[in-house]
């Protein structure tokens, strides 16, 4: 299995409050992404990156916030967190940007929930 | 635009049955394509991808897909249902280029029964 470790696992946060989810990586991919699951959704692109420092937004970007300041971190923020932001999280990873060439792998999510 | 649709949320087989999961895409350009599967807590694995090389293609656990152009499908099949296939599985297309964006459908849980 690709080394890909979230935390926390689970969270429990109140509306309002900020919250930040980690994702680290041990394989020195270069791409890392942020999806969020949600029943009758599949998964959604939140951000990627595609090297430290570099950035961009998915199509569920609103309200979220990124940060990739070493290559193994990849960080996503809720500045202030909301009920429709409940959900699952995952992070994955690829060596390169090509799908024909490495795929995605995916860490184990993190489950949030706010009340 | 690229957007990938899974007919049925929900498919129920017997152990021993075949297995279809529909996959239809929409992509501007000729697309990769690909299986995941979704196991309960746990992230997606990859099942199989197309890449425009063999229309058919082989991936883990028994399982294969067909691309077919002309219908814009990509249905994933196995001739015979384990118990240890049930999960969700998803469907997703990525239209190529750099930044590997891949659009996922909603999900097939698969349920099988003994």
């Known amino acids: 299995d690709a080394g890909i470790t979230q935390s926390p696992r689970h969270k429990v946060t109140e509306t309002g409050t900020p919250v930040t989810l980690r994702c680290h990586q041990t394989?020195?991919?270069?791409?890392m992404y942020w999806y969020r699951q949600d029943p009758g959704h599949g998964l959604r692109l939140i951000h990627y990156s595609y090297g430290v420092k570099d950035t961009d937004k998915g199509e569920v970007s609103d309200g979220y916030s990124v940060s990739r300041s070493k290559t193994e971190d990849f960080l996503l923020t809720l500045e202030s967190a909301t009920s429709s932001q409940t959900s699952v999280y995952f992070c994955?990873?690829?060596?390169?940007?090509?799908?024909?060439?490495?795929?995605?792998?995916f860490g184990n999510g993190t489950r949030l929930t706010v009340t | 635009a690229q957007s990938v649709t899974q007919l049925g949320s929900h498919v129920s087989v017997s152990e021993g049955a075949l297995v279809l999961l529909r996959c239809n895409y929409s992509s501007s350009v000729p697309p990769y394509l690909f299986w995941y599967v979704q196991y309960p807590n746990q992230g997606l694995q990859l099942l199989l991808k197309y890449t425009s090389a063999a229309t058919l293609v082989k991936g883990i656990n028994g399982f294969e897909a067909e691309f077919k152009k002309s219908e814009t499908s990509f249905h994933l099949t196995k001739p015979s249902a384990h118990m240890s296939d049930a999960a969700e599985y998803f469907c997703?297309?990525?239209?190529?280029?750099?930044?590997?964006?891949?659009?996922f459908g909603k999900g097939t849980l698969l349920t099988v029964n003994p």
């Open positions: 997703a297309v990525s239209s190529g280029g750099s930044n590997y964006k891949l659009t």
């Open positions: 394989e020195n991919h270069r791409y």
């Open positions: 994955a990873i690829s060596e390169t940007g090509v799908p024909g060439n490495s795929p995605l792998h």
